[in-house]
């Protein structure tokens, strides 16, 4: 939270001043017009005297004045991860921070695109999200299906799936993903995590170690 009393604290013009003076310093910086200027930032904080709603979606407003050009919507602390209880709706739908895009949308004029990160498996997940119909994001986010699936994006492109596999663990979500990713640094075969007995056996080298 933040408890600053100077020119970056109190009003959320203070607590955002940060992010516009990094864009225009980037923009006075970089001046090629194909540069992409994007941000990601939190829909909603979900803890007390945390960024909410009604910030997201000013900061939203000023981004595209700003000429932002991506807006990438996340959301939660690294206290608090609001991925443990979510609405049923919200659940159908897949993204975690749909909802928030949705709010968001009918604040911004369309010269920005909107993205959204968080909880999408599928490609009717992220179909749905962008559809012409719901029309919530012009892109999704994925990161966890990557970590461990890192031609995911190819394979549902090419038919080969429609669906990242679902993890044959619970637990030890992080140290198994930091796991894979030195595996793929050093240009190694990624393990079928879908499969019990080889999450099994992984988990066991981590704890191991």
């Not at 225009?24 to 709603?53: R, W």
């Not at 920005?112 to 012409?132: D, K, N, P, Y």
């Not at 663990?169 to 007995?197: K, T, W």
């Amino acid at each position: 939270v933040n408890k600053r009393t100077d020119q970056y604290g109190g009003s959320f013009e203070n607590r955002s001043r940060i992010v516009f003076e990094i864009i225009n310093a980037v923009k006075k910086k970089v001046t090629d017009p194909k540069f992409i200027l994007s941000i990601k930032y939190n829909s909603h904080d979900f803890i007390e005297g945390g960024f909410t709603k009604e910030d997201s979606q000013e900061m939203a407003k000023q981004l595209e004045v700003a000429g932002v050009e991506l807006i990438e919507l996340s959301g939660g602390t690294y206290e608090l991860m609001p991925l443990e209880e979510k609405k049923e709706s919200t659940l159908k739908r897949e993204g975690f921070f749909i909802e928030f895009a949705d709010m968001i949308r009918p604040h911004l004029s369309g010269t920005s695109v909107l993205a959204v990160t968080g909880g999408f498996r599928t490609l009717e997940g992220m179909s749905s999200a962008l559809s012409s119909k719901d029309r919530t994001c012009d892109m999704v986010g994925l990161a966890r299906p990557l970590v461990f699936e890192p031609h995911f994006v190819a394979d549902v492109l090419s038919g080969k799936t429609k669906q990242a596999k679902r993890l044959a663990f619970d637990s030890m979500l992080l140290p198994v993903a930091y796991h894979v990713l030195a595996l793929i640094g050093r240009q190694q075969a990624v393990p079928n995590l879908g499969d019990e007995s080889t999450a099994k056996e992984i988990v066991q080298l981590i704890l191991a170690r």
